[in-house]
């Protein structure tokens, strides 16, 4: 028997068939899955401030107004929608599309921050205009976050936006059909009666109708 003294343990030789595994927790994330997350878009939550009438706990005393909030989220493509397209979609988000409508040019009033925004929600700014939209969003983009991480929020209040209340088209008197349409003539006998009659009917008929129909004969 032969022994091996002083022997130095060494690293194995590796097979050709062994695969070496290594952590991909430190790589950053390649520019397909940045492509990936861009297209899904960002999370997005929408905050909608309103005044709302609150029972109160005293007995017998009226509701009092109370500010609420109610917030819902989505996700969208924010680096491909101007600040137009992105006030729709917060209406329809909560369903105010039909009450309300921005305008193109300028409003409805609305503040947006996310996930790392220097400075927090505090510091935010009211976006009204394409050029102020803009500007936000540039900085948005120069996040180095991904863009899975990066939640936005975009908040505004109804109590702002009576300017912006869309106002529904009246009927015009021609759409109204003829059985609802209001009249000024005041039903005769002879019209309810009718008008071929003899004189004695009339009598007849007269004397047995109520006598709130009376009044108008």
Not at 93 to 119: A, C, I, Q
């Amino acid at each position: 028997m032969h022994l091996i003294r002083n022997a130095t343990p060494g690293p194995l030789p590796a097979n050709e068939g062994t695969q070496v595994t290594r952590s991909t927790s430190n790589v950053a994330p390649s520019e397909d899955q940045t492509h990936v997350d861009l297209v899904s878009g960002y999370l997005v939550c929408v905050i909608q401030h309103s005044t709302q009438l609150v029972a109160t706990s005293a007995r017998g005393r009226a509701p009092a107004p109370k500010k609420t909030h109610t917030t819902k989220s989505d996700r969208m493509r924010l680096d491909t929608m101007g600040r137009y397209e992105l006030a729709e979609a917060c209406l329809s988000l909560h369903n105010l599309e039909d009450d309300y409508r921005p305008h193109k040019v300028s409003g409805f009033p609305f503040r947006m921050w996310w996930t790392g925004y220097s400075g927090g929600k505090a510091t935010t700014a009211t976006v009204e205009t394409d050029a102020e939209y803009e500007l936000l969003l540039a900085q948005l983009r120069a996040s180095k976050k991904n863009v899975k991480d990066i939640t936005v929020f975009v908040s505004f209040d109804t109590d702002e936006m009576d300017a912006f209340r869309h106002l529904r088209k009246r009927p015009a008197p021609s759409d109204l059909d003829e059985h609802t349409a209001v009249g000024t003539k005041v039903s005769t006998l002879v019209d309810i009666l009718g008008t071929t009659i003899s004189p004695w009917h009339v009598r007849a008929r007269y004397h047995a109708l109520p006598t709130w129909m009376l009044r108008y004969t």
